[in-house]
């Protein structure tokens, strides 16, 4: 049986005789959605059952949440994760703030600091990161990794054979000790 995801559209294949009659609740491993598949009518969307208490209206609203829905869309808070939230009426709308956040994490990145989210405003702050000598007052002065220990060894040596070079060039120096080879080699340079 040939299926494909309802929300993502992966293709699967799967044997008829390993599936039990019914519905099956089915996973998706690209998406991770949960969707509804049946041997004879095949995969469609997993829609929650509304009960009849759900179906009736609500009669009474408390002056708090009168308050939550009187709020406009750019004050109501609500959660970065969920683009059906009141803060974000539109795509449009949604797409720009995931973009002014992604900026403000490469910012926050590209000074040396790592983007924090504030629980009160709902936007994301810049913070110094304490694994920065120079940023963080000195903390772990004197540790260096061994990757700048290596790349300041291999820089040296570069500097030191570009300027043999140079010297070998302009018959500043010659350097008897290297094959002619070697000589020649640097001095074409």
Request: hydrophobic share 35%.
């Amino acid at each position: 049986m040939d299926i494909n995801c309802p929300y993502c559209g992966t293709h699967y294949e799967l044997d008829d005789s390993l599936l039990p009659e019914g519905d099956i609740k089915v996973k998706c491993r690209i998406c991770s959605n949960v969707f509804i598949l049946n041997k004879n009518s095949g995969a469609f969307k997993d829609e929650p059952h509304i009960s009849a208490e759900t179906q009736k209206p609500a009669t009474q609203t408390t002056a708090e949440t009168a308050h939550l829905f009187s709020q406009t869309a750019d004050s109501a808070p609500a959660s970065s994760n969920s683009p059906e939230s009141s803060e974000h009426s539109s795509v449009d709308d949604f797409m720009r703030s995931i973009i002014s956040e992604i900026n403000s994490a490469v910012t926050a990145e590209g000074t040396g600091g790592k983007h924090k989210k504030d629980s009160d405003s709902g936007s994301v702050k810049a913070t110094l990161s304490s694994s920065s000598p120079s940023l963080s007052g000195g903390k772990n002065k004197g540790k260096t990794s061994p990757f700048q220990i290596i790349m300041l060894i291999i820089l040296a040596v570069m500097f030191l054979i570009a300027a043999a070079s140079a010297l070998v060039h302009y018959k500043i120096i010659n350097i008897p000790f290297l094959p002619s080879g070697v000589s020649d080699l640097l001095s074409s340079f």
